[in-house]
């Protein structure tokens, strides 16, 4: 059974780095892309961006200029780097398994834990 | 982009009762869309996909229909463990876009 195990500071400054990891266990790394996902009173969820094992990635375009997801294929792990955050990134942050690599869409079956995030000085 | 909007917003039922939630595209989407269930304070869960897909484990009581641009919801028999906000999400193509919910309370 596929587990999503998310880590990170939970606590920011403004101007700082958000970072976040994503451990996947129990099934393929390889055959899926993988997302970030935030949630927030104002915002509802916003998809971030995803990412495969060969470090492809698609980005939501609100996010593109601070945003960098990278993949770590040796522990099957993907990290969300988000620079210079504001109040506004204050979220609840979700990693979460999405479509195949083999071209088939498909919505976010496995979700993370989910991550507090606050952003204030 | 593509915009989700849902409605209602809220509502409130009684146990049994029937509930509709509703949920439009601004553009065609055929059937790809999905439903999720967020019970206060957890993690989302998928409900549906493809539209009217019920995943493994949801109750029958769950239904999903409409393709295009108009997509419906339905709780037949309202339970109490049904309490919970319900999204939707297109995955047609990037990005992939949530509706704003909709709140169900007792």
């Known amino acids: 059974q596929v587990h999503l195990q998310q880590w990170g500071a939970g606590l920011l400054k403004p101007s700082e780095t958000l970072s976040l990891t994503c451990a996947v266990s129990g099934g393929s790394f390889s055959g899926y892309y993988w997302s970030w996902i935030r949630q927030t009173p104002g915002k509802g969820l916003e998809w971030i961006g995803e990412i495969h094992h060969s470090g492809s990635t698609k980005y939501n375009a609100s996010l593109k200029s601070r945003l960098r997801i990278s993949v770590d294929t040796s522990n099957n792990q993907f990290s969300l780097n988000l620079r210079s955050v504001t109040a506004a990134d204050t979220a609840v942050y979700f990693c979460?398994?999405?479509?195949?690599?083999?071209?088939?869409?498909?919505?976010?079956?496995?979700w993370g834990q989910g991550t507090t995030v606050a952003v204030s000085s | 982009d593509i915009q989700m909007t849902q409605s209602p917003s809220s509502l409130s039922a009684s146990v049994g009762d029937r509930v509709t939630i509703s949920c439009r595209a601004s553009?065609?989407?055929?059937?790809?869309l999905a439903w999720y269930q967020q019970r206060p304070g957890k993690v989302p869960m998928l409900l549906i996909s493809g539209a009217s897909a019920l995943q493994s484990g949801v109750p029958s009581r769950f239904r999903g229909s409409g393709s295009g641009t108009d997509f419906t919801l339905t709780i037949s028999t309202l339970q109490p463990e049904d309490v919970a906000t319900y999204y939707c999400q297109k995955y047609d193509s990037a990005p992939w876009t949530f509706g704003p919910g909709t709140k169900v309370e007792l």
């Open positions: 553009q065609g989407i055929s059937n790809y």
């Open positions: 979460a398994r999405g479509r195949t690599i083999s071209g088939a869409v498909a919505p976010f079956d496995i």
